[in-house]
């Protein structure tokens, strides 16, 4: 029996694609096990399909000044310590990281083991705590063209990111009766997400009323970011999360307008739905949002448009142009070669084991 450790954690996006491989994984042979941090998102998303759970001490490491600068070198090195005891005790065949600051012990841990460990990458430029394992990693997966030639040659391989593959199974019409809509007019899904929401939210409601003529509204706003006030409009509907329904919100959409975290915008681009992003600006993040964004706009797949052009004239002309335009959208993301990210990923494991194995 193969074992694998999947690591991952800090937000849903270094999750998800974990737990989109997981029924291939068990399909495949292999044994499962999970290392992130003590109290992170992971854990609950984790704990919840049943795999065994194991928690580490977890440091961020800030480009920035911060007092927690000073603490937290000791939490990462308490996190090696912890992630090394771990991966003698169970004993793994190999390691797959999906990245976030909890990975960086396991993943250099699992080298001085002698313990394969392939990483991936969504975002078009490796985030920190990837960097940090770039050289311990015995393979890395990246998700976009463009990030194959910024890494080491003989270790990248353009996987794309493996999708949940249950939101390729969405019904409209339960979509249709969950939202209580009609189908009289087409519907926008809005995604605000968890980081940076508050923009995308307040936006989308200062324009809600005229987009209420000729759509319907499903909003996704994120936790605590209800507005009490505009329950009961006709035509919107907003919810803090989504999870069982999330397929057929998706069905029922016909555009979608979001952030541009790269598993949000995969996973829409495998979904074939034409799409607005507003990327994160790069005053509140490192700007990989507005390369993933770039990207699939380069590559036809989404229009772009960028939080400090936002005024509520041209986020409405956007939207109607987006939709006007979607069959271009569609046909763009329906040409665009996307690989089976499960099975190339799979595949890559199968290769780095053992030949014993």
């Known amino acids: 029996m193969k074992h694998i450790i999947l690591t991952g954690g800090g937000t849903a996006g270094h999750v998800t694609p974990n737990i989109a491989l997981i029924p291939k994984l068990l399909e495949n042979g292999y044994t499962i096990s999970y290392i992130g941090s003590y109290e992170g998102i992971e854990k609950k998303l984790i704990e919840e399909l049943g795999i065994p759970y194991y928690g580490i001490s977890s440091?961020?490491?800030?480009?920035?000044?911060?007092?927690?600068?000073?603490?937290?070198?000791?939490?990462?090195?308490?996190?090696?310590?912890?992630?090394?005891?771990?991966?003698?005790?169970?004993?793994?065949?190999?390691?797959?990281?999906?990245?976030?600051f909890v990975t960086v012990p396991v993943v250099i841990a699992a080298k001085r083991l002698k313990i394969p460990a392939v990483i991936h990458e969504s975002d078009m430029t490796p985030g920190l705590a990837n960097k940090l394992c770039l050289s311990s990693a015995t393979k890395i997966c990246c998700n976009f063209p463009e990030t194959v030639d910024s890494l080491p040659k003989d270790k990248a391989v353009l996987t794309g990111t493996p999708i949940r593959?249950?939101?390729?199974?969405?019904?409209p019409e339960a979509g249709r009766a969950f939202c209580g809509f009609d189908s009289?007019?087409?519907?926008?899904?809005?995604?605000g997400g968890s980081l940076g929401a508050a923009s995308v939210n307040e936006n989308i409601r200062k324009i809600l009323p005229k987009l209420l003529q000729d759509f319907q509204v499903v909003h996704l706003c994120g936790k605590g970011k209800m507005d009490e006030s505009l329950s009961g409009t006709k035509g919107y509907v907003q919810y803090e999360y989504?999870?069982?329904?999330?397929?057929?919100l998706f069905a029922l959409s016909d555009i979608v307008i979001s952030r541009a975290g790269a598993n949000a915008i995969c996973e829409i681009s495998a979904l074939r739905k034409p799409n607005?992003?507003?990327?994160?600006?790069?005053?509140?993040?490192r700007g990989d949002q507005i390369l993933n964004a770039r990207s699939f706009e380069r590559q036809g797949y989404s229009m772009v448009l960028e939080e400090e052009e936002?005024?509520?004239?041209?986020?409405?002309?956007?939207?109607?142009?987006?939709?006007?335009?979607?069959?271009?959208?569609?046909?763009?993301?329906?040409s665009g070669g996307h690989v089976d990210s499960i099975q190339k990923i799979i595949d890559i494991l199968e290769g780095c084991l053992a030949p014993s194995k």
């Open 59 to 100: 440091g961020k490491l800030r480009r920035y000044f911060d007092l927690k600068n000073f603490s937290d070198p000791f939490r990462v090195l308490k996190g090696f310590s912890e992630a090394k005891k771990l991966l003698k005790e169970q004993k793994p065949d190999i390691i797959f990281s999906k990245g976030g």
């Open 184 to 191: 009289d007019k087409p519907v926008l899904m809005v995604i």
């Open 310 to 334: 936002i005024t509520e004239e041209s986020l409405l002309s956007a939207i109607h142009t987006l939709y006007d335009n979607r069959q271009t959208y569609i046909q763009a993301m329906s």
């Open 165 to 171: 593959q249950e939101l390729m199974k969405g019904d």
């Open 276 to 285: 607005l992003l507003i990327p994160l600006s790069a005053k509140a993040s």
């Open 242 to 248: 989504i999870k069982k329904e999330l397929p057929d």
